[in-house]
């Protein structure tokens, strides 16, 4: 069961917020009755109409995808480049990546047609751990390093603390290896973090979002999460 307001939301019609409004003003009948009482409980199986139309109801569904480079996180393009949702080709649903990952940045990504999961993951106070491997240019100095995992100064504020940790150089080529571990998903922040520090990226990869890992996967493919997978995560998350 659940409430109503949610699964108007959920099917697309309109927010939630909309949604209770509708209900309030006796636009919505469940199984042919109008509902005016917010909070009510539906059933999988009731049928629920707002304005007399029979809303389109669709069960959550979530899935892990290892997102190639030049793949938009979007579930359409105006260039008609490839997106997100053009690899999921196991579902039916109106599913949408959860946050993004740049163009040219490969790794884990999820998709969901669950809003209030989705938001729940990218609610600042889920800090839900990211963990990112960019190649980069130069050779970050030990301070620099500490400098990254204090926070760095962006345009839009000082970042969070970050785990931080230099996994391997080459000298010839002048890169290093650089695995961080973020809480926030603002845009293009490890880029613009290691800009900052004159350590420009030259790939980035997100190899893991809070237990989860490509193990496994190549880059292209996905599987659904587990339902003990979504539930671990619902627990690291507010509500
Ligand atoms: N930070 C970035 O700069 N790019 C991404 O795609 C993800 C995190």
Redesign the pocket.
């Known amino acids: 069961m659940e409430r109503l307001q949610k699964v108007i939301a959920h099917a697309g019609v309109t927010s939630r917020r909309k949604a209770e409004d509708y209900i309030v003003a006796g636009r919505v009948a469940v199984n042919g009755k109008v509902v005016t009482e917010l909070g009510t409980k539906v059933s999988e199986k009731a049928t629920i109409e707002v304005d007399g139309i029979p809303i389109e109801r669709e069960a959550p569904v979530f899935f892990l995808l290892y997102k190639p480079k030049k793949v938009i996180s979007a579930v359409d393009d105006d260039k008609n480049r490839p997106v997100v949702t053009d690899y999921i080709n196991e579902t039916e649903a109106r599913i949408y990546p959860i946050g993004?990952?740049?163009y040219d940045?490969t790794g884990l990504l999820l998709l969901t047609n669950d809003g209030d999961f989705a938001n729940a993951m990218m609610h600042p106070r889920s800090n839900i751990k990211k963990t990112?491997v960019a190649k980069v240019k130069g050779k970050p100095s030990k301070d620099t390093l500490q400098r990254l995992s204090r926070g760095i100064e962006l345009e839009d504020g000082k970042t969070g603390p970050a785990k931080v940790s230099f996994k391997s150089g080459n000298k010839k080529n002048d890169t290093s290896i650089i695995e961080l571990v973020i809480a926030e998903g603002r845009n293009?922040?490890?880029?613009?973090m290691l800009e900052t520090v004159d350590h420009p990226?030259l790939k980035?990869k997100?190899e893991q979002y809070a237990f989860l890992t490509l193990d496994g996967l190549q880059p292209g493919d996905f599987r659904a999460l587990k339902p003990v997978e979504v539930a671990r995560l619902r627990e690291m998350a507010v509500t």
């Open positions: 993004r990952l740049d940045t990112y293009h922040q490890i880029k613009r990226v980035l997100r």
